[in-house]
């Protein structure tokens, strides 16, 4: 048993708002710069959609993550060996149309302009090439089913509807979206770090958090190919690739990643995960339909005694076992059994999990006259308006047993809150749904409980980073703070 | 325990630092957003290097009761991207001024060696003046220096004052709780000089008509928190997601406790996800949803099955058991007016008879005069005004009888008319006959009304539907299908559930509702329809149920202390506040392009409701039911003056002359003949909006009329052979505005368009205060940086302004001087109890008695030459006591304590006063003095509304009276708001916020005529429009509307319904420019098109098109979506035409304008009555609303696109 741990994070999808303010708190202080105007380390996704990069997910084009190859798996697109012979033209790799020309305006025009015949107004101009343009794309262009001909419409995940079924999901009887939020998923195994022949790509020992070392970078960008996520960028101005930290200087003092504090739908939680290292290439490896259920395996209780004998052996402080039994990281995926992560085919072991977003129940249309009626408060899950086997696509490699499970263990938490509190749904009712999902009332509360009431430190559960041993490792951290600060910020340049 | 060993080498990963020294900073202050949206969150502002870098959310709210969700965190994407706006290309650094006005002004400041007379030179050249107004908006700002800036301001102030009257310099600053002294700073300059100020809440659209009419108040609301509370929540014409970003999650947590959401909206939108059904109703139509669901809720729940709480609620919170006459006319039976009290001849010599109103008393059968009503409210004897069961006459309690049905003397066939079919319903209705003291009528309950208005057949014979599947009668289920589009199943299952929810949750069912909604023509009857299903099912005034309208941050928790500042009552009495949808109607001339209302708006024919909507103007502002400004056709001064050489030798001696000018015809009212010169508004300062876009309806009219300037618009004049009271002049003048000045931290459509753009300090660079009704904190705004460049804060610029103002008049307009102020009949005074019918004394049906019969009017002394001194003094009116809403308490020792302070004091000749002249003495002085933020005056507050009420009050005071929040505090963490009888809701031991609990559970009464909630409007102008009941009246239809006579449909072009609801990458105007939104929306706000529309049209998703009508036109680009229906298309409000906008196809290829470039303003004019209970003008309180949803206009490809 070779335990690590891992921060790990929830988004509970049945409460994000679509709102971006966790994009643009992530971009105010991570990428607003020349160079990185186009990253948008985290980002939300309409779904059905395509996502940025545009199809990110369709592999037959970018062949990002792992194919299975006997017991083991290999690098899908990018390997380090393969990955050489591509690496002076990477066809794989998304360019600038997959992405977005990043633009401005000439603001200054309205201050600026001379009087005229008419009102002057701000033209866009790339902030690539200073010239005029039309914007045609842009890192959220299909927000809230924008330009569905083009694309909610050839999202990747309806790949096994027919097309009458694709249709259906266009008219206002089963119409529906949901917000997508996504950052680098800091998976247990990695394909960015597999694939770059630099090493300059590692996780960290302490936290699992995925960096790309900025002074080692060589911009062989076959990182940007292998993450199935995409979510490695170029640094055009820098030369470097650059991807979401984690924000490892806040977790580093305490504080939760800059996406997950400004979340005001309040659907993100973050935790430390224990983990059996020694299982990765299995877990990685396995047939698709126990993909699921091997990764949460990997998971290890942090109340086990065994557990905690070899934690101590592996060296994990008491306080990061501490914050293990705390998780709600834990709670949702473990101990609940209410999230999933996403496209787990891709077998990058991601350590990002999503709580399945309930959807309004399907109505029907007869003679122009809309009927949305149910047998229930609120209906059967199945009669909810995307369908299942879309939602396996995305969250379990296609099991739609797992999904439904799961959507009828969050109405079951539903009904029996609705039981408790207004006594119009019968306790038996609540009872009956409940036990079908094989869950104690204290679960449901409890499931209810994080889900509606928690507050910050709840949400959030950090270990603490003992960055006073990490100092230590390379100075006295007295010294460290006697020294820390002074001297000169030094950029990064090319070629380093 | 020991580090895990690292994957590398820690030496390697010394590069760590990079990104770390990135989120180092040095200072977080906090701060917050002063921006019309309602969200009020508070923001950690992180400073790096001496500048603002970035901000982030505050997460340490107080919390509420542990059952409740945390209010943390708050704050959108728009909120988390405004630090761009402070070094971004857009932010006005500098003053700024219009080259062309600049270089005229000082060649005759050159001649004249005097600012003033520069100004009157270059006001009296024609050619001149049209020079500039031409230029306005085309480029050519200069940068100038304060001094210079300022010195043009002050001489146009006192020029306008001297030549015209000060009441022709006018002041436009929206929403004052969001940025409160910042809105207080303009304000009370203007009042000061006599100028005024123009309303916002009604003329964004975003004051509901329906709460006035129904319970006497401007807006009270749940506070976020509460939606938690509700176990079923109806949303419609609100996107939550969008809207409500910070707010959102109780309701998706709420969900996960066993809430019911249904959602009601046309397309697929944000908060349609939440729901767990989503009703997509045909726009607009939502209010015959909500007829139907009450016509089932009547009948389950009222009738078959007679829920115990549901009647036991009605009977004693609303008016359903008064009794109304009913009268004859013609040859049929018609509900009429409420019966007075003094009717009978046991009530017949009680003080406010004819406020006093009728029940019948259960157990004896006796007519009964309740305590509670507008007549009680405002009789000498105190403590009457509660709505306990007593006969406030006897003293005896009763039990009212809500229907005659049992104790009928008779059934007579009453009259109802629907109006979507003009279908007219004789229904049996039980009355009975009572002797008054002129003879026997007949009368009845409201609730038996009600019954009949909603066709529930309670075999009492006539007309009714057949079953709930009878489509040919309202308001059955099937009946409102063929309006909304939505299966009478669905109406079935939701009215069911509804009721069944309230029945055990005693009243957790809430609307929300929003500016989706409130936008429409006829928006007050569908908040009126779905309210009365919330009040038939007691859900009204209960934490988790009500109707919960957010539009607009209205919600001014310290109104009794910031009242007084803002408006300068602490040294003048009364202000001039300017109702602004009949102003711009008016002086933009947007009355000369309408037709006759009577023709769109679905009336019974009668005089009353026949009227153009100008002249029905004329008539409120006469009668005092509405403001206008300026007053007369001549300037207050001179008139005082001639006052006085006839012999007038006080106020009532002036308002003798005055009403004999005006009966004469020697005076006139400025609104009856707005285009003459005289009567122009002249100068007009803008700050903290964007006057002239985002909220200008009629956006091209006021290019055209107010700026002079080039525009879109291309409009027939249609209304001079419908208006009578308002003089036509064959050619309307263009450009009446002689000096705009904008305030403003960013070079947005207002500003651009202005003459004078003075350099506003940002919401991270001055203090000012914030409060909102999403929640129940008050938040400070702190400089985190002190004001970049040259910008000042608004207290500072009106200051300097008040400053050189003072200075100009020393020469020009020095000593004292009378002034004459008019002022509407206004809410919450007496003048609710003066006109029990409409008489015009203009026409001689009644005499003149200003405050009564017609408006007040006052006359003030100024001296304008100590504007300024007042301005930086809080004046002595305050140490009379303070209060809002009819509440009033002392506060002279607090006013004391301040004057104790010696290094905050001022000095006008011998006296001392508080300092308020910087901004955190003007914001300290507010907390000490409000019974929100102060707990003994909190105390004293209640005590004054338990003398009024005659209740006891005790349980709900402040328990700890020693409560004093002052700036430091509020810095430090947000503090959550003291209990106070100002407000509604009751906040103890953390309890969230809900309006009307007060008026539930400790009897105080809502402020209408009767005190109840009001299902029934028995004013004589309602009656005749037909409002007097909850109705349904479709929308006005696009033809008859009047904004497509010119416009052609040529090629392929469709006529589509625009609609213009909130956004989501910007809060009306503000954030849209940034680019961070603009990269995360499309780079532009496009025109949100159905696939099916698009596909005929031949319009792909990202192509240019052009959408236009009457008013003027907009071009962008489509964006093509399935969530989108058919026949209508969506632009968010609110797109500037700074950036991205193109030139037009049409009007000469000129650049294209905006949302507001298709609208016009369009009146409802029952909506204008007053002097009578609810129906009496506030401020943002009542009046008309500047509708704009039903806007109709072609769409097209636009193929030549240029800039």
Same mark, same amino acid.
């Given at each position: 048993?070779?335990?690590?741990?891992?921060?790990?994070?929830?988004?509970?999808?049945?409460?994000?708002?679509?709102?971006?303010?966790?994009?643009?708190?992530?971009?105010?202080? #991570?990428?607003?710069?020349?160079?990185?105007?186009?990253?948008?380390?985290?980002?939300?996704?309409?779904?059905?959609?395509?996502?940025?990069?545009?199809?990110?997910?369709?592999?037959?084009?970018?062949?990002?993550? #792992?194919?299975?190859?006997?017991?083991?798996?290999?690098?899908?697109?990018?390997?380090?060996?393969?990955?050489?012979?591509?690496?002076?033209?990477?066809?794989?790799?998304?360019?600038?149309?997959?992405?977005?020309?990043?633009?401005?305006?000439?603001?200054?025009?309205?201050?600026?302009?001379?009087?005229?015949?008419?009102?002057?107004?701000?033209?866009?101009?790339?902030?690539?090439?200073?010239?005029?343009?039309?914007?045609?794309?842009?890192?959220?262009?299909?927000?809230?089913?924008?330009?569905?001909?083009?694309?909610?419409?050839?999202?990747?995940?309806?790949?096994?509807?027919?097309?009458?079924?694709?249709?259906?999901?266009?008219?206002?009887?089963?119409?529906?979206?949901?917000?997508?939020?996504?950052?680098?998923?800091?998976?247990?195994?990695?394909?960015?770090?597999? =694939?770059?022949?630099?090493?300059?790509?590692?996780?960290?020992?302490?936290?699992?958090?995925?960096?790309?070392?900025?002074?080692?970078?060589?911009?062989?960008?076959?990182?940007?190919?292998?993450?199935?996520?995409?979510?490695?960028?170029?640094? #055009?101005?820098?030369?470097?690739?650059?991807?979401?930290?984690?924000?490892?200087?806040?977790?580093?003092?305490?504080?939760?990643?800059?996406?997950?504090?400004?979340?005001?739908?309040?659907?993100?939680?973050?935790?430390?995960?224990?983990?059996?290292?020694?299982?990765?290439?299995?877990? =990685?490896?396995?047939?698709?339909?126990?993909?699921?259920?091997?990764?949460?395996?990997?998971?290890?209780?942090?109340?086990?005694?065994?557990?905690?004998?070899?934690?101590?052996?592996?060296?994990?402080?008491?306080?990061?076992?501490?914050?293990?039994?705390?998780?709600?990281?834990?709670?949702?995926?473990?101990?609940?059994?209410?999230?999933?992560?996403?496209?787990?085919?891709?077998?990058?072991?991601?350590?990002?999990?999503?709580?399945?977003?309930?959807?309004?129940?399907?109505?029907?249309?007869?003679?122009?006259?809309?009927?949305?009626?149910?047998?229930?408060? #609120?209906?059967?899950?199945?009669?909810?308006?995307?369908?299942?086997?879309?939602?396996?696509?995305?969250?379990?490699?296609?099991?739609?047993?797992?999904?439904?499970?799961?959507?009828?263990?969050?109405?079951?938490?539903?009904?029996?809150?609705?039981?408790?509190?207004?006594?119009?749904?019968?306790?038996?009712?609540?009872?009956?749904?409940?036990?079908?999902?094989?869950?104690?009332?204290?679960? =449901?509360?409890?499931?209810?409980?994080?889900?509606?009431?928690?507050?910050?430190?709840?949400?959030?559960?950090?270990?603490?980073?003992?960055?006073?041993?990490?100092?230590?490792?390379?100075?006295?951290?007295?010294?460290?703070?006697?020294?820390?600060?002074?001297?000169?910020?030094?950029?990064?340049?090319?070629?380093? | 325990?020991?580090?895990?060993?690292?994957?590398?080498?820690?030496?390697?990963?010394?590069?760590?630092?990079?990104?770390?020294?990135?989120?180092?900073?040095?200072?977080?202050?906090?701060?917050?957003?002063?921006?019309?949206?309602?969200?009020?969150?508070?923001?950690?502002?992180?400073?790096?290097?001496?500048?603002?870098?970035?901000?982030?959310?505050?997460?340490?709210?107080?919390?509420?009761?542990?059952?409740?969700?945390?209010?943390?965190?708050?704050?959108?994407?728009?909120?988390?991207?405004?630090?761009?706006?402070?070094?971004?290309?857009?932010?006005?650094?500098?003053?700024?001024?219009?080259?062309?006005?600049?270089?005229?002004?000082?060649?005759?400041?050159?001649?004249?060696?005097?600012?003033?007379?520069?100004?009157?030179?270059?006001?009296?050249?024609?050619?001149?003046?049209?020079?500039?107004?031409?230029?306005?908006?085309?480029?050519?700002?200069?940068?100038?220096?304060?001094?210079?800036?300022?010195?043009?301001?002050?001489?146009?102030?006192?020029?306008?004052?001297?030549?015209?009257?000060?009441?022709?310099?006018?002041?436009?600053?929206? *929403?004052?709780?969001?940025?409160?002294?910042?809105?207080?700073?303009?304000?009370?300059?203007?009042?000061?000089?006599?100028?005024?100020?123009?309303?916002?809440?009604?003329?964004?659209?975003?004051?509901?008509?329906?709460?006035?009419?129904?319970?006497?108040?401007?807006?009270?609301?749940?506070?976020?928190?509460?939606?938690?509370?509700?176990?079923?929540?109806?949303?419609?014409?609100?996107?939550?997601?969008?809207?409500?970003?910070?707010?959102?999650?109780?309701?998706?947590?709420?969900?996960?406790?066993?809430?019911?959401?249904?959602?009601?909206?046309?397309?697929?939108?944000?908060?349609?996800?939440?729901?767990?059904?989503?009703?997509?109703?045909?726009?607009?139509?939502?209010?015959?949803?909500?007829?139907?669901?009450?016509?089932?809720?009547?009948?389950?729940?009222?009738?078959?099955?007679?829920?115990?709480?549901?009647?036991?609620?009605?009977?004693?919170?609303?008016?359903?058991?008064?009794?109304?006459?009913?009268?004859?006319?013609?040859?049929?039976?018609?509900?009429?007016?409420?019966?007075?009290?003094?009717?009978?001849?046991?009530?017949?010599?009680?003080?406010?008879?004819?406020?006093?109103?009728?029940?019948?008393?259960?157990?004896?059968?006796?007519?009964?005069?309740?305590?509670?009503?507008?007549?009680?409210?405002?009789?000498?004897?105190?403590?009457?005004?509660?709505?306990?069961?007593?006969?406030?006459?006897?003293?005896?309690?009763?039990?009212?009888?809500?229907?005659?049905?049992?104790?009928?003397?008779?059934?007579?066939?009453?009259?109802?008319?629907?109006?979507?079919?003009?279908?007219?319903?004789?229904?049996?209705?039980?009355?009975?006959?009572?002797?008054?003291?002129?003879?026997?009528?007949?009368?009845?309950?409201?609730?038996?009304?009600?019954?009949?208005?909603?066709?529930?057949?309670?075999?009492?014979?006539?007309?009714?539907?057949?079953?709930?599947?009878?489509?040919?009668?309202?308001?059955?289920?099937?009946?409102?299908? *063929?309006?909304?589009?939505?299966?009478?199943?669905?109406?079935?299952?939701?009215?069911?559930?509804?009721?069944?929810?309230?029945?055990?949750?005693?009243?957790?069912?809430?609307?929300?509702?929003?500016?989706?909604?409130?936008?429409?023509?006829?928006?007050?009857?569908?908040?009126?329809?779905?309210?009365?299903?919330?009040?038939?099912?007691?859900?009204?005034?209960?934490?988790?149920?009500?109707?919960?309208?957010?539009?607009? /941050?209205?919600?001014?928790?310290?109104?009794?202390?910031?009242?007084?500042?803002?408006?300068?009552?602490?040294?003048?009495?009364?202000?001039?506040?300017? /109702?602004?949808?009949?102003?711009?109607?008016?002086?933009?001339?947007?009355?000369?392009?309408?037709?006759?209302?009577?023709?769109?708006?679905?009336?019974?024919?009668?005089?009353?409701?026949?009227?153009?909507?100008?002249?029905?103007?004329?008539?409120?502002?006469?009668?005092?039911?509405?403001?206008?400004?300026?007053?007369?056709?001549?300037?207050?001064?001179?008139?005082?003056?001639?006052?006085?050489?006839?012999?007038?030798?006080?106020?009532?001696?002036?308002?003798?002359?005055?009403?004999?000018?005006?009966?004469?015809?020697?005076?006139?009212?400025?609104?009856?003949?707005?285009?003459?010169?005289?009567?122009?508004?002249?100068?007009?300062?803008?700050?903290?909006?964007?006057?002239?876009?985002?909220?200008?309806?009629?956006?091209?009219?006021?290019?055209?009329?107010?700026?002079?300037?080039?525009?879109?618009?291309?409009?027939?004049?249609?209304?001079?052979?419908?208006?009578?009271?308002?003089?036509?002049?064959?050619?309307?003048?263009?450009?009446?505005?002689?000096?705009?000045?904008?305030?403003?931290?960013?070079?947005?459509?207002?500003?651009?368009?202005?003459?004078?753009?003075?350099?506003?300090?940002?919401?991270?660079?001055?203090?000012?205060?914030?409060?909102?009704?999403?929640?129940?904190?008050?938040?400070?705004?702190?400089?985190?940086?002190?004001?970049?460049?040259?910008?000042?804060?608004?207290?500072?610029?009106?200051?300097?302004?008040?400053?050189?103002?003072?200075?100009?008049?020393?020469?020009?307009?020095?000593?004292?001087?009378?002034?004459?102020?008019?002022?509407?009949?206004?809410?919450?005074?007496?003048?609710?109890?003066?006109?029990?019918?409409?008489?015009?004394?203009?026409?001689?049906?009644?005499?003149?008695?200003?405050?009564?019969?017609?408006?007040?009017?006052?006359?003030?002394?100024?001296?304008?030459?100590?504007?300024?001194?007042?301005?930086?003094?809080?004046?002595?009116?305050?140490?009379?006591?303070?209060?809002?809403?009819?509440?009033?308490?002392?506060?002279?020792?607090?006013?004391?304590?301040?004057?104790?302070?010696?290094?905050?004091?001022?000095?006008?000749?011998?006296?001392?006063?508080?300092? *308020?002249?910087?901004?955190?003495?003007?914001?300290?002085?507010?907390?000490?003095?409000?019974?929100?933020?102060?707990?003994?005056?909190?105390?004293?507050?209640?005590?004054?509304?338990?003398?009024?009420?005659?209740?006891?009050?005790?349980?709900?005071?402040?328990?700890?009276?020693?409560?004093?929040?002052?700036?430091?505090?509020?810095?430090?963490?947000?503090?959550?708001?003291?209990?106070?009888?100002?407000?509604?809701?009751?906040?103890?031991?953390?309890?969230?916020?809900?309006?009307?609990?007060?008026?539930?559970?400790?009897?105080?009464?809502?402020?209408?005529?009767?005190?109840?909630?009001?299902?029934?409007?028995?004013?004589?102008?309602?009656?005749?429009?037909?409002?007097?009941?909850?109705?349904?009246?479709?929308?006005?239809?696009?033809?008859?509307?009047?904004?497509?006579?010119?416009?052609?449909?040529?090629?392929?072009?469709?006529?589509?319904?625009?609609?213009?609801?909130?956004?989501?990458?910007?809060?009306?105007?503000?954030?849209?420019?940034?680019?961070?939104?603009?990269?995360?929306?499309?780079?532009?706000?496009?025109?949100?098109?159905?696939?099916?529309?698009?596909?005929?049209?031949?319009?792909?998703?990202?192509?240019?098109?052009?959408?236009?009508?009457?008013?003027?036109?907009?071009?962008?680009?489509?964006?093509?979506?399935?969530?989108?229906?058919?026949?209508?298309?969506?632009?968010?409000?609110?797109?500037?035409?700074?950036?991205?906008?193109?030139?037009?196809?049409?009007?000469?290829?000129?650049?294209?304008?905006?949302?507001?470039?298709?609208?016009?303003?369009?009146?409802?004019?029952?909506?204008?009555?007053?002097?009578?209970?609810?129906?009496?003008?506030?401020?943002?309180?009542?009046?008309?609303?500047?509708?704009?949803?039903?806007?109709?206009?072609?769409?097209?490809?636009?193929?030549?696109?240029?800039?």
């Amino acid at each position: 048993m070779d335990i690590r741990s891992q921060i790990a994070m929830v988004f509970h999808l049945d409460k994000c708002i679509g709102c971006h303010t966790c994009s643009i708190a992530c971009k105010n202080i #991570w990428t607003d710069r020349k160079g990185a105007e186009y990253m948008w380390w985290n980002n939300v996704e309409t779904k059905p959609g395509t996502g940025y990069p545009r199809k990110w997910e369709d592999q037959d084009i970018f062949k990002g993550g #792992w194919e299975k190859k006997g017991d083991s798996v290999k690098l899908k697109g990018a390997g380090k060996f393969q990955g050489l012979k591509v690496l002076f033209h990477n066809t794989n790799l998304p360019v600038i149309d997959n992405y977005y020309e990043p633009w401005t305006y000439r603001y200054n025009n309205l201050l600026d302009a001379p009087e005229g015949d008419d009102q002057p107004t701000a033209e866009p101009v790339s902030l690539i090439t200073g010239e005029k343009m039309t914007p045609k794309s842009g890192p959220n262009w299909d927000d809230d089913l924008g330009g569905s001909p083009l694309y909610a419409r050839n999202d990747v995940n309806f790949k096994n509807l027919s097309q009458v079924e694709k249709d259906s999901l266009f008219q206002l009887e089963r119409m529906a979206m949901f917000y997508l939020p996504r950052i680098c998923n800091h998976c247990i195994n990695p394909a960015c770090v597999a =694939a770059c022949p630099s090493g300059a790509i590692y996780k960290r020992g302490e936290d699992g958090i995925v960096l790309i070392n900025q002074k080692k970078c060589r911009a062989w960008r076959l990182c940007v190919t292998a993450c199935p996520y995409k979510k490695v960028y170029f640094n #055009w101005n820098t030369g470097k690739s650059e991807k979401c930290i984690l924000c490892y200087p806040r977790i580093e003092t305490g504080q939760v990643p800059a996406c997950m504090h400004s979340c005001v739908g309040r659907i993100r939680y973050l935790g430390v995960m224990l983990y059996d290292a020694d299982k990765i290439e299995k877990t =990685a490896s396995c047939e698709d339909k126990d993909l699921i259920k091997n990764q949460l395996d990997l998971y290890l209780d942090p109340n086990d005694p065994v557990v905690i004998e070899n934690a101590k052996k592996a060296g994990i402080a008491d306080s990061t076992m501490d914050a293990a039994r705390k998780s709600p990281v834990w709670k949702y995926v473990k101990e609940w059994g209410v999230a999933l992560p996403l496209h787990p085919e891709f077998r990058t072991l991601p350590s990002l999990f999503y709580v399945l977003p309930l959807l309004p129940a399907m109505a029907s249309m007869e003679n122009g006259i809309y009927n949305t009626t149910s047998n229930s408060l #609120w209906d059967d899950v199945e009669n909810a308006r995307l369908p299942m086997k879309y939602l396996a696509n995305l969250f379990s490699a296609g099991d739609t047993v797992v999904i439904k499970n799961i959507l009828k263990k969050l109405m079951a938490v539903r009904l029996h809150r609705r039981s408790a509190t207004t006594g119009d749904i019968s306790r038996e009712l609540a009872d009956s749904e409940l036990k079908s999902s094989d869950m104690s009332t204290e679960t =449901a509360d409890a499931i209810y409980r994080l889900t509606s009431l928690a507050h910050h430190r709840e949400r959030f559960v950090i270990p603490p980073a003992h960055r006073e041993e990490a100092i230590e490792l390379i100075e006295q951290t007295a010294t460290r703070k006697e020294n820390t600060g002074f001297g000169f910020i030094e950029k990064p340049e090319r070629g380093l | 325990m020991s580090w895990i060993k690292d994957m590398i080498s820690p030496k390697t990963r010394q590069w760590e630092e990079f990104y770390r020294n990135r989120w180092q900073h040095d200072k977080v202050v906090r701060s917050t957003h002063g921006v019309n949206c309602t969200g009020g969150c508070s923001w950690n502002i992180h400073v790096k290097d001496g500048i603002v870098v970035w901000e982030m959310q505050a997460l340490d709210y107080p919390l509420l009761e542990n059952s409740l969700p945390p209010y943390e965190p708050r704050g959108c994407q728009r909120g988390i991207s405004f630090s761009w706006y402070l070094y971004s290309p857009v932010r006005v650094k500098y003053p700024m001024i219009r080259g062309a006005l600049l270089d005229l002004f000082n060649d005759e400041k050159t001649k004249t060696g005097d600012a003033l007379l520069a100004w009157q030179n270059l006001q009296n050249d024609p050619e001149k003046r049209k020079r500039y107004q031409k230029a306005r908006g085309k480029g050519g700002f200069r940068r100038i220096k304060w001094d210079e800036a300022l010195e043009i301001i002050g001489a146009a102030n006192i020029y306008t004052a001297k030549k015209y009257g000060p009441d022709r310099v006018f002041g436009f600053s929206p *929403i004052p709780a969001m940025s409160m002294m910042s809105f207080a700073a303009g304000s009370r300059f203007l009042q000061l000089f006599g100028g005024v100020h123009l309303s916002f809440y009604d003329w964004y659209c975003d004051l509901p008509n329906s709460f006035p009419e129904i319970w006497g108040e401007q807006t009270d609301v749940a506070e976020s928190a509460d939606w938690y509370n509700a176990k079923f929540i109806a949303v419609m014409g609100a996107n939550l997601g969008m809207t409500r970003t910070p707010d959102v999650h109780f309701f998706s947590e709420a969900r996960h406790n066993g809430t019911k959401t249904v959602v009601f909206s046309p397309d697929f939108s944000m908060v349609s996800k939440f729901a767990d059904q989503w009703v997509p109703v045909h726009a607009g139509q939502d209010g015959a949803f909500w007829m139907a669901v009450t016509h089932v809720i009547l009948k389950e729940a009222h009738v078959n099955k007679q829920v115990p709480y549901f009647i036991e609620y009605t009977k004693k919170y609303t008016d359903a058991p008064y009794l109304v006459e009913i009268a004859v006319e013609d040859d049929h039976y018609v509900p009429a007016r409420l019966l007075r009290a003094n009717i009978l001849e046991k009530y017949s010599g009680i003080e406010n008879g004819d406020w006093k109103f009728l029940n019948l008393d259960e157990d004896t059968g006796d007519f009964i005069c309740p305590s509670g009503s507008s007549g009680h409210r405002w009789q000498e004897k105190k403590g009457d005004w509660n709505l306990k069961y007593t006969d406030s006459e006897t003293g005896s309690g009763y039990n009212p009888v809500l229907s005659l049905i049992d104790r009928k003397d008779e059934i007579l066939q009453v009259e109802f008319t629907e109006f979507a079919q003009d279908r007219k319903s004789k229904r049996g209705v039980p009355v009975k006959h009572v002797q008054t003291k002129t003879g026997k009528i007949a009368c009845t309950t409201i609730y038996d009304l009600i019954m009949g208005q909603y066709g529930i057949d309670r075999n009492l014979g006539g007309d009714y539907p057949s079953s709930y599947d009878d489509a040919s009668t309202a308001y059955t289920p099937a009946w409102q299908e *063929i309006y909304t589009g939505i299966s009478s199943a669905t109406v079935l299952q939701f009215a069911r559930e509804w009721y069944t929810t309230a029945e055990v949750t005693k009243g957790k069912c809430m609307v929300i509702i929003g500016a989706g909604v409130n936008h429409w023509y006829h928006s007050n009857l569908i908040y009126r329809a779905a309210t009365m299903s919330l009040m038939l099912t007691g859900c009204i005034g209960v934490n988790g149920g009500g109707m919960n309208h957010y539009v607009g /941050q209205e919600k001014l928790a310290p109104f009794d202390s910031w009242g007084s500042i803002m408006s300068g009552k602490d040294w003048n009495i009364p202000a001039r506040f300017q /109702q602004s949808p009949i102003w711009h109607y008016i002086h933009s001339d947007q009355w000369r392009y309408d037709g006759n209302q009577a023709d769109y708006n679905t009336v019974p024919k009668n005089d009353f409701s026949s009227h153009h909507s100008a002249d029905m103007i004329v008539k409120a502002v006469r009668n005092g039911w509405m403001p206008f400004f300026p007053q007369y056709d001549k300037n207050n001064f001179t008139i005082a003056t001639e006052a006085r050489e006839a012999g007038a030798k006080d106020d009532k001696g002036i308002q003798d002359y005055v009403i004999d000018q005006l009966k004469s015809g020697a005076l006139k009212y400025s609104v009856t003949n707005p285009d003459e010169e005289l009567n122009f508004p002249r100068v007009w300062f803008i700050w903290r909006g964007n006057a002239l876009l985002s909220s200008a309806k009629g956006h091209e009219y006021f290019m055209k009329h107010y700026l002079g300037t080039h525009h879109n618009e291309i409009a027939d004049e249609v209304a001079k052979e419908f208006v009578k009271e308002i003089e036509w002049k064959e050619k309307a003048p263009e450009g009446k505005m002689d000096l705009v000045v904008d305030l403003n931290f960013r070079m947005d459509t207002s500003a651009l368009y202005s003459d004078i753009v003075l350099p506003a300090a940002s919401w991270y660079e001055k203090a000012d205060l914030n409060t909102t009704d999403m929640h129940s904190f008050i938040h400070p705004l702190s400089p985190a940086i002190p004001p970049v460049w040259e910008s000042k804060s608004d207290w500072e610029i009106f200051r300097e302004i008040a400053r050189v103002t003072s200075e100009v008049a020393k020469k020009h307009l020095p000593g004292p001087i009378l002034d004459i102020v008019n002022s509407p009949i206004n809410h919450d005074t007496k003048g609710e109890i003066s006109q029990p019918s409409i008489k015009d004394w203009f026409t001689g049906e009644c005499d003149p008695v200003p405050g009564k019969s017609m408006h007040n009017i006052v006359t003030v002394e100024r001296d304008y030459t100590l504007i300024y001194e007042k301005f930086i003094s809080l004046g002595p009116n305050v140490r009379k006591g303070l209060g809002a809403h009819g509440i009033s308490f002392p506060c002279e020792d607090f006013y004391d304590r301040l004057l104790q302070d010696k290094d905050h004091v001022t000095h006008i000749g011998n006296e001392t006063f508080p300092s *308020i002249k910087e901004d955190t003495e003007a914001i300290n002085a507010v907390l000490l003095l409000s019974s929100v933020t102060n707990g003994i005056l909190s105390g004293r507050a209640f005590t004054d509304a338990e003398k009024n009420a005659g209740v006891d009050l005790s349980k709900i005071k402040p328990l700890n009276n020693d409560i004093s929040i002052n700036f430091n505090d509020l810095q430090a963490q947000p503090r959550r708001l003291l209990n106070s009888p100002l407000w509604s809701g009751l906040m103890t031991n953390g309890r969230a916020y809900s309006a009307f609990t007060l008026n539930i559970e400790h009897l105080i009464p809502w402020r209408t005529l009767t005190g109840r909630q009001h299902f029934y409007l028995d004013h004589e102008g309602y009656i005749q429009f037909g409002e007097h009941l909850p109705t349904y009246k479709p929308s006005p239809r696009p033809e008859l509307y009047g904004d497509l006579r010119k416009t052609i449909a040529e090629g392929k072009a469709r006529l589509l319904n625009v609609l213009t609801p909130h956004g989501k990458w910007h809060i009306h105007s503000t954030y849209g420019d940034t680019l961070r939104m603009l990269t995360l929306s499309r780079g532009m706000e496009p025109c949100w098109l159905s696939e099916k529309d698009a596909e005929e049209l031949e319009i792909k998703d990202n192509d240019w098109v052009e959408v236009f009508n009457d008013n003027g036109n907009y071009c962008t680009r489509a964006c093509v979506s399935s969530r989108i229906p058919p026949g209508i298309c969506i632009i968010y409000h609110a797109p500037e035409r700074t950036y991205s906008v193109p030139k037009s196809s049409r009007n000469g290829n000129k650049r294209a304008g905006s949302h507001n470039s298709l609208t016009r303003v369009h009146l409802k004019p029952n909506l204008m009555v007053g002097g009578y209970g609810q129906f009496t003008f506030g401020m943002n309180y009542w009046g008309p609303v500047g509708v704009n949803r039903d806007t109709f206009a072609l769409i097209k490809k636009l193929d030549n696109v240029t800039f």
